[in-house]
């Protein structure tokens, strides 16, 4: 554990944060068992960052591989990691699949199952073909789009529970057109999540406000929904003086409200959407140009030339999830904008900075609780993300599976027992 930690702080490989794990100034490793972390200050989310599997947090690397490696970024290890749970690496096809087989060594006995396929399909309607012929036996999350579709289909079961995340709109704070926030609040006024809801996700999900969603005990309910109201959009923007061009789209001090909508390939319920919002936007005097890219270059880190962490869009729109601590700082920090955390949209509230920060440091929940719901309200009012809606995790799978029980933060904690 000593040397997995000293390689997420190694700044010479390419981390997409390493939240809280700059607080580790001293590691005592009082025998092979045991490890002590000492902290240069508090802080709240080390159970869930440390020692959890949600938020895709580091594991334990295998020392006798890896040292002596300056960097760990073009290692073979990339390519057939080692890790300490039920299945092991049998063969990796970047782009296409990733097969797993029993761990021999694994401490708690073996696995049922004697092998497990990851397909990695960029085309969500491939997907509910496969499930449709039964070549694949578990797709998860389910886009709401699908599930109409996966009921209908014989021998699958569908299952869903409340879960942390949330669908959102991302708006990049730092280019011309966006900085302003009288702008965000007219865009947001000019999408009718209701009928996204409706239409995209088929009522399955929760209309909401807030990143922090209802599943958590410290969401914030004091947040009216904002309406769908194209007139008010259009009498911010007049105000603030947005000039409507031959063309119709708006600008002001030489910048258009022209702007590049990115989005990843194979999602067509993602492209519904963007059409949805494109009619409503130009009603503001708003143009979108759609980008699609690959799902590897659209999330890869910064330093790979990754296009949500690169900032190479004016709006995004994907899903985010928290863990149940719901520390947002990794997202809407000042400190954390690429590469040094996953704060998108660039967005700097030092008021709401501040709260996080306090939230990050202290134990006592009452405490977090208000400095948690200043940070709501703050993204509320500033509007760096349209929250779309609050997410219920959707499984589809084989009705035949047995002994799976996914929970609200992360579907494979335990693989042991089950079995098909």
Request: proline share 8%; hydrophobic share 35%.
């Amino acid at each position: 554990m000593v040397f997995s930690t000293n390689q997420v702080n190694n700044p010479n490989n390419n981390v997409v944060s390493r939240d809280g794990w700059e607080l580790i100034k001293k590691i005592d490793e009082p025998d092979k068992y045991t490890v002590v972390y000492h902290l240069s200050k508090p802080y709240s989310s080390y159970l869930q960052t440390f020692f959890t599997t949600g938020s895709a947090n580091p594991a334990i690397m295998p020392v006798h591989i890896l040292k002596g490696a300056k960097e760990l970024n073009d290692v073979p290890y990339n390519s057939a990691p080692i890790g300490t749970g039920p299945f092991k690496y049998q063969e990796w096809k970047r782009g296409d699949s990733v097969v797993m087989v029993p761990n021999p060594t694994y401490w708690r006995g073996q696995p049922k199952l004697q092998k497990i396929e990851f397909k990695i399909i960029p085309d969500r309607n491939t997907v509910l073909e496969q499930m449709r012929t039964h070549e694949l036996d578990l797709w998860t999350p389910v886009a709401p789009h699908f599930v109409p579709d996966l009921r209908k289909i014989e021998g699958v079961t569908i299952f869903s529970q409340p879960s942390f995340y949330f669908d959102h709109m991302d708006f990049n704070t730092s280019h011309p057109a966006l900085r302003d926030p009288i702008v965000r609040r007219a865009l947001r006024y000019g999408v009718d999540r209701k009928t996204l809801l409706d239409k995209i996700r088929f009522g399955l999900y929760l209309l909401d406000e807030s990143p922090v969603t209802p599943a958590s005990t410290l969401y914030h309910l004091n947040l009216p929904l904002v309406p769908f109201d194209i007139a008010k959009g259009n009498q911010l923007l007049d105000a603030d003086g947005w000039k409507r061009g031959a063309d119709g789209v708006r600008a002001k001090d030489g910048v258009r409200l022209s702007l590049e909508y990115a989005t990843a390939t194979g999602t067509p319920d993602t492209d519904t959407q963007i059409e949805l919002i494109r009619g409503w936007w130009k009603q503001l005097g708003v143009e979108i140009t759609v980008k699609h890219y690959l799902g590897s270059v659209f999330f890869a880190p910064i330093e790979q030339g990754g296009i949500i962490y690169g900032g190479k869009f004016d709006v995004v729109n994907f899903a985010w999830g928290t863990d149940p601590n719901e520390d947002l700082s990794n997202l809407y920090s000042c400190d954390r904008f690429p590469p040094n955390g996953q704060n998108d949209p660039r967005w700097c509230n030092k008021a709401a900075s501040a709260a996080m920060d306090r939230a990050k440091e202290s134990y006592a929940r009452t405490a977090r609780k208000a400095d948690i719901a200043l940070l709501q309200h703050a993204v509320y009012d500033d509007v760096p993300t349209i929250v779309l809606d609050a997410q219920n995790a959707f499984y589809a799978y084989n009705s035949d599976l047995r002994n799976w029980h996914p929970n609200p933060v992360s579907p494979f904690d335990d693989m042991l027992n089950v079995d098909i």
